[in-house]
């Protein structure tokens, strides 16, 4: 069974960092999988924050562009998003999605609130 399992979230203050992580486990050749970050807050639909290939290629939405950084780690089958300069909009519920040929899988989320 494929789980993915974030951590890392928590309550910062405006200006500073978190570093999220996502582990996945059950899952066949995880270095194969476009890794996603996603985000939802209250009242709002879900949206990308960012996405990395299996050969490293990054993407991001333009509310993060230059403030986060997506990576992975193939050997221990986890992605990471560090995030710097948080904003009071940076408040959501974070995810994790990995996706190839069809099949996707999603984390429970992990909790960012951006507050002073």
């Known amino acids: 069974q494929v789980q993915l399992v974030e951590s890392g979230g928590g309550l910062v203050q405006p200006g500073g960092s978190l570093r999220l992580s996502c582990a996945a486990s059950?899952?066949?050749?995880?270095?194969?999988?476009?890794m996603g970050w996603y985000r939802q807050a209250p009242g709002k639909q879900r949206e990308l924050v960012a996405t990395?290939?299996?050969?490293?290629?990054?993407k991001y939405a333009d509310s993060v562009k230059g403030r986060f950084t997506v990576s992975r780690d193939n050997a221990k089958n986890t992605v990471y998003l560090q995030m710097n300069s948080l904003k009071p909009e940076d408040t959501a519920i974070y995810s994790c999605?990995?996706?190839?040929?069809?099949?996707?899988?999603w984390g429970q989320g992990t909790q960012v609130t951006v507050s002073s």
């Open positions: 999605n990995a996706a190839r040929r069809g099949r996707e899988y």
């Open positions: 990395i290939t299996n050969e490293g290629s990054s």
């Open positions: 059950g899952i066949t050749f995880f270095s194969f999988f476009t």
